[in-house]
């Protein structure tokens, strides 16, 4: 009895093994299709594209005024604080005056020598005058000799003459006192404009003289800035604008901490001929600078408009491909099928590129898994994530 159990049991398992392998065995052979693989896309967009250009441009002052003694003397006294705001006018040095005042008093003593001495020669000259005069009927009635009147009309010539030189002592004695009093007024160096004054070059005891440079002070409020423009840049603005009173352009200004400086500027001038060494124009743009922020010497980035390309289509960069100069994108169709189709671009705006040629408002694009796509290819498409869209390039400020 329990040997023809054991021998059931037996059966039972070999029969179960079997049934798997049977079941294998009647099933198909074909494998499943693979599934079209997942492709991020994005339609074309059709929307006026602001055109940006940038550039590296050096603040400096509106007016620059370099502070130069215009006597040698030596130094007694500096009357600003370095890096302060000064007036027009204002009192930055002084030098010692005691020389100067000593030329001065020498100068009023010749002056006052010069006119004792013309006195002198104009009471001579009247003196010789009155001889001429009473000489000459004399001389007619033959009362006194020719000889005697002759003698009498020289000496009024040259008494004369000694008067006119009085006069001209005089007037060059006089000049030589404006000059001394000037010179007496130079050891007072003043400020030549309001502005900031910068950390003097000199200090207290030093022998200054007019090639002495003491500091400089400059106007930074409004502040203007230097940065140059390519030969091609400005004849293709130049092209776009021909009107010369509408060539300026509002800046913006980009500190080198990355912040936006938020008073917008203009472009006032370009310079009269381009550098043969670099091959640019250097443009001057001014901006307002309430409470001196921007200061001479400040490097900054300048970034402005200079076109606007009306209903340009977009893509995003990541979605062209450029091989050997030639530029592609990939289509998804309604059937989800995939054509590569050539593209001619044009400017790059951010993370987008303005496409001339071969796109159409509306068609969708593969922004991601552009490398596992090609022509005729089925595929997954799916609207591109938030955080793969591009960022809008900030806008100017409002003027």
């Known amino acids: 009895m329990k040997t023809v159990m054991n021998r059931n049991q037996t059966l039972r398992r070999i029969a179960l093994l079997a049934a798997p392998l049977a079941f294998l065995g009647c099933g198909k052979s074909d494998a499943p299709k693979p599934r079209p693989p997942d492709v991020e896309v994005v339609q074309v967009e059709q929307k006026d594209v602001p055109i940006w250009k940038e550039w590296i441009g050096i603040l400096e002052g509106l007016v620059n005024a370099q502070i130069k003694p215009q006597v040698t003397g030596y130094l007694l006294r500096q009357t600003y604080k370095d890096g302060a705001f000064v007036k027009k006018d204002q009192l930055l040095f002084e030098i ?60 009024n010539e040259a008494a004369k003459a ?15 006192l404006a000059s001394a009093n000037l010179n007496l007024g130079f050891t007072r160096v003043l400020s030549l404009i309001d502005g900031i004054a910068g950390i003097a070059q000199a200090q207290i005891g030093d022998l200054v003289g007019p090639s002495s440079l003491l500091t400089t002070v400059s106007t930074v409020d409004p502040i203007k800035i230097y940065f140059p423009v390519s030969e091609r840049e400005y004849l293709d603005y130049v092209k776009e604008h021909p009107d010369e009173e509408k060539r300026h352009l509002d800046l913006q200004l980009i500190l080198a901490n990355g912040s936006v400086y938020p008073h917008p500027g203009r472009t006032t001038l370009v310079d009269r001929q381009v550098d043969v060494k670099t091959g640019t124009l250097r443009v001057q743009g001014v901006f307002p600078n309430p409470g001196n922020v921007l200061r001479p010497g400040e490097y900054a980035r300048i970034r402005t408009v200079i076109a606007t390309r009306k209903a340009a289509l977009v893509v995003p960069q990541k979605a062209v491909s450029e091989l050997q ?68 390039t900030p806008a100017l400020p409002a003027r």
């Open 96 to 155: 010692d005056p005691r020389t100067f005042q000593a030329a001065l008093d020498q100068a009023k003593g010749q002056l006052a020598n010069a006119e004792g001495q013309l006195a002198q020669y104009k009471a001579n000259q009247i003196k010789a005058q009155n001889d001429v005069n009473r000489y000459t009927p004399l001389a007619k009635e033959e009362a006194i000799a020719q000889q005697d009147l002759d003698t009498a009309i020289q000496t």
């Open 162 to 176: 000694q008067v006119e030189a009085a006069k001209a002592q005089i007037e060059a004695a006089k000049a030589a």
């Open 325 to 392: 100069g030639n530029y592609q994108v990939a289509i998804v169709g309604n059937d989800n099928k995939v054509q590569i189709r050539p593209v001619k671009v044009g400017e790059r705006i951010g993370t987008d590129w303005i496409i001339a040629e071969g796109l159409k408002p509306g068609e969708r694009v593969v922004a991601e898994g552009l490398q596992k796509v090609r022509g005729g290819m089925a595929v997954n498409p799916k609207p591109v994530t938030a955080t793969a869209a591009a960022q809008p």
